[in-house]
């Protein structure tokens, strides 16, 4: 998704938003650009493909300033090229924008009609446009930003300079995030879509609210709400290592984070897990009064999700489903005030988790919300929050973090089921014991590396595969198979393994590897029943089983034996070797793992 950088300060300008992209650059893009307020006037350079190119042009055609803006652009209006990069420019007005206007159509339409001219397919140049015109009447270039905004419907966030207020720098959200981060020599500040773009300058930031415009002068930042009036907004201390966000001697973001899942895990429990038991931050919530469960998310965090439906159920003994979250927000739910929303998010910013959570809160459901990314939007808006503390995750497809929303999960099935009392404290000891052991058994099985990147390479030219998986280990198999389509971009379907006679079952044949994901309890004999169907159609097998499911393969079938754990977490364990195998099949086809093609860490528009 696109990524925002601005600064204004004594330092030269472009190196400074060059190294604040570079950070961004995990979140996937197309093409990059920056805005410089030179000797000479605005200054605009672009380039289609990875930053580097962009620096190529800067290299050969340098420009120096101490104000501009940088942007990388994720195609949603308008194909990827250098004409619809950002920075778009009317006059002397330089605009960026993560977001989507949804009415742009219809203003530039009209703009065309009055004589304007657009360059570019984007929805962006639209705000260019009408800044400019404002500015003519507006007494300053945050007010022509808020009349400009006031016109346009949609989510975004932006950042805006102009020729004739060259020591102005203005940044305004709706439904997309952006920071101000506050510099160590006075008159510095950098403006940014997401943390990691700021750590390597400053860690005192401002988290910017829905709906507000910030005008950066040398004297200050002055924040406005949409109705120009003036708000307080704190600074807050950013205590993120930036260290941490690099690669820590792995060869990809994505390794580095899958092996991190041991201490993930433990940062999680930390303070949650007391000598007396489960402490949950339960704040302003009334579990008691909850009689239903929804939860929402898209992708992986959707996968986690449906294991924590069953965990509810199964020790809370309350009905729980889990919607995927751009289906549940144009559906007309049933929700009340003894409903209890959970939102499940990475980034704390998925425009469609987020319009889930807001419908489920307008209609009077308490709101918790599961996300890693600290002052993400979620995160402010939810009753309350349930952090992941799985440390920044850079990587495009999740790992640690499906980990740690699994773990806040059990615990927040855990509570209900206290409050409830359906769980008596044995049980609930059990389950303690069983969570406390996970970084161990995580250790264990992240030891069966170099076996799995044996099997990726065995595999790793099949075109299609399935994975199967029963129960708790369903949600499991439909995430194995995200996970290898997402950096591999090989097809890939997940299934219930119940479900493969009723159809998939007609793809099978040699070239097509049925994965099967298997353990003691989850109906385990079923699933060899399933495994024996794919065999007769001669398809290859993978069994990914603990002891008792590995029992089941066939001689000729592929075998990783993981640890045997308590039954709770082993759907956790037994998603670990399937994140190895997508891992190294891709990285055995040569495919970019961190940044996959067309996908974007944080998916803020619909
Ligand atoms: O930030 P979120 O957890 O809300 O993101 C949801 C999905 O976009 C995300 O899980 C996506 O499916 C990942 N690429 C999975 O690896």
């Given at each position: 998704?696109?990524g925002?950088v601005?600064?204004?300060?004594?330092?030269?300008?472009?190196?400074?938003?060059?190294?604040g992209?570079?950070?961004?650059?995990?979140?996937?893009?197309?093409?990059?650009?920056?805005?410089?307020?030179?000797?000479?006037?605005?200054?605009i350079?672009?380039?289609?493909?990875?930053?580097?190119?962009?620096?190529?042009?800067?290299?050969?055609e340098?420009?120096?300033?101490?104000?501009?803006?940088?942007?990388?652009?994720?195609?949603?209006?308008?194909?990827?090229s250098?004409?619809?990069?950002?920075?778009?420019?009317?006059?002397?007005?330089?605009v960026?924008?993560?977001?989507?206007?949804?009415?742009?159509?219809?203003?530039?339409?009209?703009l065309t009609?009055?004589?304007?001219r657009?360059?570019?397919?984007?929805?962006?140049?639209?705000?260019a446009?009408?800044?400019?015109?404002?500015?003519?009447?507006?007494k300053?270039?945050?007010?022509?930003?808020?009349?400009?905004?006031?016109k346009?419907?949609?989510?975004?966030?932006?950042?805006?300079?102009?020729?004739?207020?060259?020591?102005?720098?203005?940044?305004?959200?709706?439904?997309?995030?952006?920071?101000?981060g506050?510099?160590?020599?006075?008159?510095?500040?950098?403006l940014?879509?997401?943390?990691?773009?700021?750590?390597p300058?400053?860690?005192?930031?401002?988290?910017?609210?829905?709906?507000?415009?910030?005008?950066?002068t040398?004297?200050?930042?002055?924040?406005?709400?949409?109705?120009?009036?003036?708000v307080?907004?704190?600074?807050?201390?950013?205590?993120?290592?930036?260290?941490?966000?690099?690669?820590?001697?792995?060869?990809?973001?994505m390794?580095?984070?899958?092996?991190?899942?041991?201490?993930a895990v433990?940062?999680?429990?930390?303070g949650?897990?007391?000598a007396?038991?489960l402490?949950?931050?339960?704040?302003k919530?009334?579990?008691?009064k909850?009689?239903?469960?929804i939860i929402?998310?898209?992708?992986?965090?959707?996968?986690?999700?449906?294991?924590?439906?069953q965990?509810?159920?199964q020790?809370?003994?309350?009905?729980?489903?889990?919607?995927?979250?751009?289906?549940?927000?144009?559906?007309?739910?049933?929700?009340?005030?003894s409903?209890?929303?959970?939102?499940?998010?990475?980034?704390?910013?998925t425009?469609?988790?987020?319009?889930?959570?807001?419908?489920?809160?307008?209609?009077?459901?308490?709101?918790?919300?599961?996300?890693?990314?600290?002052?993400?939007t979620?995160?402010?808006?939810a009753?309350?929050?349930?952090?992941?503390?799985?440390?920044?995750?850079?990587?495009?497809?999740s790992?640690?973090?499906?980990?740690?929303?699994l773990?806040c999960?059990l615990?927040?099935?855990?509570?209900?089921?206290?409050?409830?009392?359906?769980?008596?404290?044995?049980?609930?000891?059990?389950?303690?014991?069983?969570?406390?052991?996970?970084?161990v058994?995580?250790?264990?099985?992240?030891r069966?590396?170099?076996?799995?990147?044996?099997?990726?390479i065995?595999h790793?030219?099949?075109?299609n595969?399935?994975?199967?998986?029963?129960?708790?280990?369903?949600?499991?198999?439909?995430?194995g198979a995200?996970?290898?389509?997402?950096?591999?971009?090989?097809?890939a379907?997940?299934y219930?393994?119940?479900?493969?006679?009723?159809g998939?079952?007609?793809?099978?044949d040699?070239?097509?590897?049925?994965?099967?994901?298997?353990?003691?309890?989850?109906?385990?004999?079923?699933?060899?029943?399933?495994?024996?169907?794919?065999?007769?159609?001669?398809?290859?097998v993978?069994?990914?089983?603990?002891?008792?499911g590995?029992?089941?393969?066939?001689?000729?079938?592929?075998?990783?034996t993981v640890?045997?754990?308590g039954?709770?977490?082993?759907?956790?364990i037994?998603?670990?070797?399937?994140?190895?195998f997508a891992?190294?099949?891709?990285?055995?086809n040569?495919?970019?793992?961190?940044?996959?093609?067309?996908?974007?860490?944080?998916?803020?528009?619909?």
């Open positions: 998704m696109c925002i601005g600064y204004m300060g004594p330092r030269p300008a472009v190196p400074v938003v060059i190294e992209l570079r950070r961004l650059q995990y979140r996937g893009y197309d093409s990059a650009g920056v805005a410089v307020h030179t000797d000479g006037g605005l200054c350079v672009r380039a289609t493909g990875k930053l580097i190119e962009l620096e190529k042009k800067l290299d050969a340098p420009l120096s300033g101490h104000l501009a803006l940088g942007h990388t652009r994720w195609a949603t209006h308008g194909r990827p250098e004409t619809n990069a950002h920075p778009h420019r009317t006059g002397g007005v330089a960026i924008h993560n977001g989507i206007f949804e009415n742009a159509e219809q203003i530039k339409a009209r009609g009055n004589g304007s657009f360059h570019s397919e984007t929805d962006t140049e639209v705000l446009h009408l800044v400019h015109s404002s500015l003519r009447t507006a300053n270039l945050a007010e022509a930003v808020r009349k400009s905004l006031q346009l419907k949609g989510s975004y966030a932006v950042a805006v300079m102009s020729e004739s207020t060259p020591g102005t720098l203005v940044g305004a959200r709706s439904g997309a995030p952006l920071i101000v506050i510099g160590e020599v006075p008159g510095e500040y950098i940014a879509s997401d943390l990691p773009a700021l750590l300058f400053t860690r005192r930031v401002i988290f910017l609210d829905d709906g507000d415009i910030a005008e950066i040398p004297k200050g930042i002055t924040v406005t709400t949409m109705d120009g009036k003036k307080r907004r704190a600074v807050t201390q950013v205590e993120m290592d930036p260290v941490s966000a690099e690669k820590g001697g792995y060869k990809h973001f390794l580095k984070e899958i092996h991190e899942q041991p201490v433990s940062d999680a429990l930390t949650r897990l007391t007396r038991g402490s949950f931050p339960a704040g919530l009334d579990l008691q909850i009689d239903r469960v929402l998310g898209c992708g992986t965090s959707w996968h986690a999700a449906q294991i924590g439906r965990w509810i159920e020790l809370a003994r309350l009905p729980a489903s889990a919607e995927v979250a751009s289906e549940f927000r144009y559906r007309d739910p049933v929700v009340s005030k409903t209890l929303a959970i939102a499940v998010s990475q980034s704390g910013e425009a469609d988790t987020l319009q889930a959570l807001r419908l489920a809160s307008e209609r009077g459901a308490q709101t918790l919300a599961i996300v890693n990314a600290l002052g993400s979620m995160t402010r808006e009753d309350e929050t349930l952090l992941m503390h799985a440390g920044p995750e850079i990587g495009v497809a790992t640690k973090c499906f980990t740690n929303a773990v999960l615990l927040a099935a855990m509570e209900l089921a206290r409050i409830r009392r359906k769980l008596a404290p044995v049980g609930q000891q059990r389950i303690l014991r069983e969570l406390k052991h996970l970084p058994w995580l250790e264990k099985v992240l069966l590396e170099s076996e799995i990147e044996k099997l990726a065995r790793r030219e099949a075109r595969f399935l994975f199967l998986g029963r129960g708790d280990l369903a949600p499991v198999a439909l995430e995200l996970k290898l389509k997402e950096v591999s971009y090989i097809h379907e997940g219930p393994a119940g479900e493969m006679k009723h998939p079952i007609a793809m099978l040699r070239s097509f590897p049925v994965v099967s994901i298997m353990r003691k309890g989850a109906q385990l004999d079923k699933t060899a029943s399933n495994l024996a169907e794919v065999r007769a159609r001669e398809a290859p993978i069994v990914i089983a603990d002891r008792a590995a029992k089941l393969a066939a001689s000729g079938d592929d075998l990783i640890p045997d754990t039954d709770l977490v082993a759907p956790i037994l998603s670990v070797p399937l994140q190895l891992y190294h099949v891709a990285v055995h040569g495919c970019d793992v961190d940044q996959p093609r067309n996908l974007a860490k944080s998916v803020t528009v619909e």
